[in-house]
Nanobody
Framework: QVQLVESGGGLVQAGGSLRLSCAAS????????MGWFRQAPGKEREFVSS????????SYADSVKGRFTISRDNAKNTVYLQMNSLKPEDTAVYYC????????????????????WGKGTLVTVSS
């Protein structure tokens, strides 16, 4: 059974940085792309970023492009989301997700494309 555990969330001032981590277990990590999504209060969950199995191909939502960087360490079964120049509108619960193992490509993906989800980590950006 796949388990995804996010960490690294917290409270940060606007303009600051955070790095989220997602530790995966249960399936061979290097055989699957991975994604980050977020859900702000009162809003639907939305795509943030994704990365291919190898890490060579990445995708970003327009709202985070140039500020966030996704990466992965297959030796550690971990995917990261480096978030810089944070804005109050980045406040949300951030979720790590994995598509079905037969999925090819590196996203971007919709929430319905994902098979496994972590429980999320809260990021709060104060103005």
């Amino acid at each position: 059974q796949v388990q995804l555990v996010e960490s690294g969330g917290g409270l940060v001032q606007a303009g600051g940085s955070l790095r989220l981590s997602c530790a995966a277990s249960g399936l061979p990590f290097s055989t699957s792309g991975m994604g980050w999504f977020r859900q702000a209060p009162g809003k639907e969950r939305e795509f943030v970023s994704s990365i291919s199995r190898s890490g060579r191909i990445t995708s970003y939502a327009d709202s985070v492009k140039g500020r966030f960087t996704i990466s992965r360490d297959n030796a550690k079964n971990t995917v990261y989301l480096q978030m810089n120049s944070l804005k109050p509108e980045d406040t949300a619960v951030y979720y790590c997700a994995e598509p079905p193992h037969w999925t090819v490509g590196a996203g971007p993906w919709a929430t319905g494309d994902m098979a496994y989800w972590g429980k999320g980590t809260l990021v709060t950006v104060s103005s």
